[in-house]
Each structure stands twice: as structure tokens, then as C-alpha cells.
């Protein structure tokens, strides 16, 4: 079956770095956007970056020049590297991408910044 598995996830510290993977697995033929959200408690999924078949990126304002997205199209597989890590982006990170032409999602891995 389809699916996305995450990983990189854990704790760090603030201003610290965490790099992010997720692969598609099972019968794959196409692969099109990408991208990466998070959930905090109590708060609404948002976007944090995504990226297109191409290579075009966007980045939530909170993120910019912090993360970088980036995609491996050889191996199904889009990463996110997080510098400068702040206590607010503490979250549960999810990947998404359209596989086959449908939209799927990871598990979730959860990040947390603190001291």
C-alpha cells in the first residue's frame, strides 16, 4: 500500500538544527507536490513549506530563512532542515505529498524545542 513514512524527528535545543525525511513507499508512478505542515496543541495545522515537481518553493513567514525544503525525485523523498530552532515551532511535523494522484499523508513525527 501507499504510504509516506517519516523520520528525524525529537528534542534539541533552542537554536539548534533537525533535518526531516520522508519517503513514499509501495506502488509509486507518480510523485507531484510536496510539502511539510505542523500542529501544535491546541492549534490548527498549518503550512511550513512546500515544493513542486520543478523544484518551486514556499515558506510560511515564521519559517523563512530558518528552513529549507528540498526534494529527492530518484528516491521518492522530501526533507526539511530546520536551523535556528525556536520553542515555537515545538509540533508535530507532517508530510504531505500527491502520490499517484492522490493527496497522503504521514504519521507524524514530533519536534520539540526547549531547554
Known amino acids: 500500500q501507499v504510504q509516506l513514512v517519516e523520520s528525524g524527528g525529537g528534542l534539541v535545543q533552542p537554536g539548534g538544527s533537525l533535518r526531516l525525511s520522508c519517503a513514499a513507499s509501495?506502488?509509486?508512478?507518480?510523485?507531484?507536490?510536496m510539502g511539510w505542515y505542523r500542529q501544535a496543541p491546541g492549534k490548527e495545522r498549518e503550512l511550513v513549506a512546500s515544493i513542486t515537481s520543478g523544484g518551486l518553493t514556499k515558506y510560511a513567514d515564521s519559517v523563512k530563512g530558518r528552513f529549507t525544503i528540498s526534494r529527492d525525485n530518484a528516491k521518492n523523498t522530501v526533507y526539511l532542515r530546520m536551523n535556528s530552532l525556536k520553542p515555537a515551532d515545538t509540533a508535530v511535523y507532517y508530510c504531505?505529498?500527491?502520490?499517484?494522484?492522490?493527496?497522503?499523508w504521514g504519521q507524524g513525527t514530533q519536534v520539540t524545542v526547549s531547554s
Open positions: 504531505n505529498a500527491v502520490l499517484n494522484r492522490y493527496s497522503y
Open positions: 509501495g506502488i509509486i508512478f507518480s510523485v507531484d507536490d
